[in-house]
């Protein structure tokens, strides 16, 4: 039969690489200690489980959900952006339910990009903004993140001629891989950029609420003007741990909503409408229960950048997201640094490479690890002495 060629031009997807490793160990009888997948190991909170228990019950639940979303989720999306971020969002035309961040994300793609079109997208970066982009047919241009620009994409060095090509730009703050964060003054020059060259702004801020030492991440929405030009996705899974229930949100823009809502309805259904449920009850939460999760997270920051840095590398304290950022040794590249810390010492982390060329040079380690495991897989790296590269 024949395969369509998008299939086959995928880059194959780094934690399927990064389960091969691991399976592999174990059938060596060998135990890796992973901080490769950013997946929160915390249960999802009891009330909201209880909500999905009740709500499962109530026969319309059973039934196809409204694809665009059920009205209470919406309002208490736009509620929840309010108390938050002070964003006032109208629950029926700027606000749509996604089955997680991830596939409004893809599904954007082919709302904006056509053939010949091009995509900003940051480098490194979470993979789906680029593979939606070549689902769509689009061209990808790479905007290089780096230490000097502070992760953050440097919008004067973009080519002229790419940005009138461009229609969409991806961005991403507090940003996985780099957990770099971003502030309001750099979101209005984004909304500048993008009402020059008419460019669709599409901010994926699943990581707004997992922040430490008191620092609150801003929306992209609140910068002034962002919501003539852009939309921002949002996720329940990070926050609530709920990645496995699979709900998120896009918020913004109303025109660009509607085009979202367009492509989803005739691909999928919407989100269970039990889940949109537990939803709207997680947003309910009070702020000290995220608090507490928050806490957990921060102590598991303080221990993993500081065994890091007495191992001789070179970290700096994330303000936000669940992941901690380090350079590697001189003389190594992220892979073979990767894998001999694997080899020696049965810890695996993730490349920074497998985010994009300029992740070279970089290693990123999840803090969604249950705490024996953290314990020893720090304990492993603590007394290590990383050999020299010949
Ligand atoms: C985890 C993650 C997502 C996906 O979130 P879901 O709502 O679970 O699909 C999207 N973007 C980034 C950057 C992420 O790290």
Redo the contacts with the bound molecule.
């Keep these: 039969m024949k395969i369509a060629r998008r299939v086959n031009e995928v880059p194959p997807y780094l934690f399927v690489e990064i389960s091969r490793k691991i399976a592999e160990k174990r059938s060596q009888g060998i135990e890796v200690i992973s901080f490769g997948i950013?997946d929160p190991d915390l249960a999802t909170p009891a009330n909201v489980i209880e909500e999905l228990r009740l709500t499962s019950l109530d026969t319309p639940n059973h039934r196809y959900p409204e694809s665009d979303g059920l009205p209470e989720f919406k309002y208490a999306v736009s509620n929840w952006y309010d108390k938050r971020f002070g964003v006032s969002l109208d629950p029926d035309s700027e606000v749509v339910s996604?089955i997680?961040?991830?596939?409004g994300?893809g599904h954007a793609a082919f709302c904006f990009i056509e053939p010949g079109d091009v995509a900003l997208i940051p480098d490194p970066g979470?993979p789906?903004y680029s593979v939606g982009t070549l689902f769509a047919g689009g061209d990808s241009y790479m905007m290089p993140l780096s230490e000097d620009n502070a992760w953050l994409p440097n919008l004067d060095s973009i080519p002229e001629e790419i940005a009138r090509k461009s229609t969409v730009m991806w961005l991403?703050y507090p940003n996985?891989p780099t957990s770099a964060v971003a502030t309001l003054e750099y979101f209005e020059k984004v909304v500048a950029f993008a009402k020059k060259y008419n460019i669709a702004i599409m901010h994926?801020a699943?990581?707004t609420e997992i922040a430490y030492d008191g620092y609150e991440p801003p929306s992209f929405l609140q910068a002034y003007g962002a919501k003539d030009v852009g939309i921002e996705?949002h996720?329940?899974?990070?926050t609530y741990n709920m990645?496995g229930w699979?709900?998120?949100m896009a918020v913004g823009n109303p025109e660009m909503i509607n085009s979202l809502m367009v492509i989803k309805s005739n691909l999928d259904s919407g989100v269970p409408q039990a889940i949109q449920h537990m939803g709207i009850e997680a947003m309910n939460e009070s702020k000290d229960i995220l608090d507490h999760r928050i806490g957990i997270y921060q102590s598991r920051r303080d221990r993993v950048v500081s065994t890091l840095t007495d191992a001789g590398l070179k970290v700096s304290t994330p303000k936000a997201s669940l992941y901690v950022w380090a350079s590697v040794p001189d003389g190594y590249n992220s892979a073979r640094f990767s894998e001999i810390l694997l080899e020696d010492r049965n810890v695996l982390v993730s490349p920074g490479s497998g985010y994009g060329k300029n992740g070279e040079g970089y290693i990123r380690l999840s803090l969604t690890i249950p705490e024996e495991q953290l314990e020893e897989g720090l304990r492993r790296m603590s007394d290590w002495k990383i050999p020299a590269t010949s």
């Design positions: 950013g996604l997680g961040a991830k596939e994300i979470y789906v991403n996985n994926d699943c990581y996705f996720s329940l899974s990070k990645t699979r709900l998120g």
